[in-house]
């Protein structure tokens, strides 16, 4: 006797496996933090000690000095990543879909290949690159400096690019702009296909030059994808965890120059275990990232208003 | 996306290829130096100056690197968790996919809402409560904590769901039912063999994802037998005295698959992770 299920269940019957992961490793983590944020609990005596402290947790995370250095350090990586992402993308997609014919697929790949290989080797191999004691890029410095002129510009001794607090967020913000200029190289120059070639026939026809077509036909049909492709770099940036965490060693790096929110939370669950505290952290970074995705929202409704 | 611009186009001027070449060797510099450090030993890779060249140390700095960590076991683990996530994640995605596409059924409409609303969700709110909750289960260091929870991700039903909509003749799920077959029949004998293709780029991009998962690891696996290759390369890394050539080899080989996979799929690769954007 085999179980006919009918038509008419089997839908909720397919979908039942993400229902049940959804329930049990999305929802309820999110509902069992947002429960954590108003208690507290001795990690060694478990979950059965929990005690309510109500906006506690909260409170001590709104005064903790170091919550603020690591949201102030995100939004900055998050900015000085993020931007120039979208800046150098959408021109370098346009030389891409305009100018390439053949070597279109493998300069795209060429791009696009740090956003598929792992965090830990790149972050590994920037490391070696910027070593203070002869790594690479100071070795190349070096040698620049003994050029006439330049020697007055560059650094004389050896930059200790991951040790120094005013180097480190720089460094992870070129590292984590490397690794997603391709994807946002590949979406503008998938939307720029979906733009009609009769529009630049016609511009040509009225004598437009390269620059005026990019200008006036290709930038403002790309809105749409600018507006998914920036809200999905903001939240991303506000997030960064990975590549500061490896590129300082996991402590956040000199003066905490280098630890973004999401690596302060992990330490405090992980380094210190105060899991509610932890949670209170991560459900300020959650506002924040909310208000930041609801103002990019609105700055392109506005501009989209103007136009 | 695969259509080559037409022969009217304006050529490039010197300048826009000096950009593009300075461009893709920023690019790929990187990966030349990661690959030409790991065959070489520490001293010469901090020498001035700077080593352009392979060297013939590969085979030492593997020695080492076997020497610091458990080698055969964490690629092991990182294999194993990588095929179990990408079966799952197939078998799961394409059930709904499936689901969504063929059928009509009340709350239709607002599950999908809910799938594709589970990608705004930040990873990082459920990091503390899933890592108690794993805790509770006793799932501390087992594989199933890193490829269970993520098996059904909302990108993967999409992509199906769109796969299956344009390639699946609703016509042969009828005729399939007058025959007789259950629904569950209709899935497994009649739909799954169609799914080929998107099973490729799914698949692709679901191992491709477990391979390089930090976060799940960091949290979940605390002993070393039972790290995966990333988590494992990262503890080579020591603030004193850490072995940079073992260090550039290990690199070296959690990348190699990646380009051997990115060389003969990138195209399907690329249009698999876009798609849902330039669609949607």
Known sequence: ??????????????????????????????????????????????????????????AFAIEDPLVWTSLGNTLWLAVASGLPQ?????????????????????????????????????????????STDYGMVNAMLMKL??????????????????????????IVAFVVFWRYLGFNVILYVAAMQAISRDQYEAARMDGANSFQQFWHITLPQLKPIMFFGVTLTTIGGLQLFEEPFILTGGKGGMEYAGMTTAMYLYRTAFDYNDYGLASAISWMLFIIILAMTILTNKAFKGKEGQA | MNELPKSDHNKLSWWGWTALLLGAILML??????????????????????????????FANMAILMQKIPFWVNLGWSLYVGLASTALTLLFCSMAGF??????????????????????????LGMIPTFLIMDSLHWIDQPRALYLPGAAPAMGIFLMRQYISSAIPKELIEAA??????????YWSVVVPLLGPAFGTLGLIAFIASWNNFIGPLVVMRSVDMYT?????????SPVDTEWGALMAGSAIAVIPLLIIFIFSSRRLIDGLTSGAVRG
């Open chain 2, 229 to 237: 290759f990333p988590l494992a390369l990262r503890s080579v890394q």
């Open chain 1, 1 to 58: 006797m085999k179980p006919i299920i009918k038509p008419s269940v089997a839908p909720y019957v397919l979908i039942s496996p993400f229902i049940v992961l959804f329930l049990a490793f999305g929802l309820f983590p999110i509902l069992f933090s947002f429960v954590l944020m108003f208690h507290t609990w001795d990690p060694v005596q478990g979950l059965a000690s929990m005690q309510f402290v109500g906006l506690e947790n909260l």
């Open chain 1, 86 to 130: 979208h800046l150098i993308a959408i021109p370098l997609a346009y030389l891409i879909n305009e100018k390439l014919g053949r070597w279109r697929n493998a300069v795209m790949g060429a791009y696009f290949l740090p956003y598929i290989t792992s965090t830990v080797a790149i972050a590994m191999m920037f490391s070696t690159l910027f």
């Open chain 2, 99 to 124: 689901a969504f596409a063929i059928y009509e059924f009340r709350f239709k409409n607002a599950l999908f809402s809910l799938v594709m609303g589970t990608m705004l969700v930040p990873a990082f």
């Open chain 1, 145 to 170: 400096a003994q050029m006439p002129l330049l020697e007055y510009v560059l650094p004389s001794a050896n930059v200790d690019w991951l040790g120094d607090p005013k180097t480190i967020k720089p």
């Open chain 2, 29 to 58: 510099g990187p990966f030349y130096f990661m690959f030409v450090f790991a065959t070489l030993p520490r001293t010469e890779i901090f020498s001035v100056p700077p080593p352009l060249f392979f060297g013939d140390h590969f």
């Open chain 2, 177 to 186: 039912r007058m025959d007789g077959c259950g629904e569950l029949r209709i």
